[in-house]
C-alpha cells in the first residue's frame, strides 16, 4: 500500500484510467443493489408472467384460464417500474464508474437490450395484456369460448433469455472496448 493509499479517505473519488470516479463507493453499493434488485424482480415478473400464460394455454378449465388471463393486467406495471429502475440505475453505473455507457461492448448491449424490453413492455406487452384481461373477463361471466394465449407465450420467453442473457455479460465482462484507445 502506497501513502497515497493510506491517506486517502475511504468515499473520496480515486483516478481510474485517468479520469475521475463520479460515484463514491457507498452510492456505487447503493445504486448496483438497485440494479440487482430490478433486474431480479423483473426476472420474477417473467417467470409468474409465463406460468400464468402457460397455466392459460394449458387448462380446460375455463375459470382458472379466466383468472390466469385477469391476473396478467397486475404485471405490467410493476414490470414497467422495475424495467425503469434497471434502465436509471444502470445509466446512473454507466456515468459513475470506469465501464460508461458506451465505452465497452457488454455495457452497450446491456443498454440496448434495457430499452428493447422496456419499449417492448410499455407499448406490445401492456396492449396485448389489456386485450387477454378482457377476454378473460368474458370468459368468467361465460361469455366467450376458451382459446390459446395467441402471441402471449413469446413475452416472457423472450424477455427472461434476454434479461439472463444481461446477467452472465454482467459477470464475464466480454468483448473489451467499443473502440481502441
Request: include cysteine.
Amino acid at each position: 500500500m502506497t501513502t497515497q493509499e493510506a491517506i486517502r479517505p475511504r468515499n473520496t473519488p480515486v483516478r481510474a484510467a485517468g479520469r475521475e470516479k463520479l460515484l463514491p463507493r457507498r452510492t456505487r453499493k447503493a445504486v448496483l443493489v438497485a440494479h440487482l434488485v430490478g433486474a431480479g424482480g423483473w426476472i420474477g415478473l417473467d417467470v409468474v408472467l409465463a406460468v400464468l400464460v402457460f397455466t392459460a394455454a394449458g387448462t380446460t378449465d375455463a375459470a382458472l384460464a379466466a383468472l390466469c388471463y385477469q391476473a396478467l393486467e397486475l404485471l405490467v406495471w410493476p414490470m414497467l417500474s422495475l424495467a425503469v429502475l434497471c434502465l436509471v440505475s444502470g445509466v446512473i453505473l454507466g456515468l459513475g464508474t470506469k465501464y460508461g455507457l458506451v465505452r465497452y461492448w457488454w455495457v452497450a448491449v446491456k443498454l440496448v437490450l434495457n430499452l428493447a424490453l422496456l419499449a417492448l413492455v410499455a407499448f406490445a406487452l401492456r396492449s396485448g395484456v389489456i386485450e387477454v384481461a378482457e377476454y378473460g373477463r368474458q370468459l368468467a361471466a361465460g361469455q366467450a369460448g376458451l382459446r390459446g394465449p395467441g402471441d402471449l407465450i413469446y413475452p416472457p420467453i423472450v424477455s427472461t433469455t434476454a434479461l439472463l442473457f444481461a446477467t452472465v455479460i454482467s459477470v464475464y465482462k466480454p468483448w473489451g472496448r467499443l473502440r481502441k484507445k
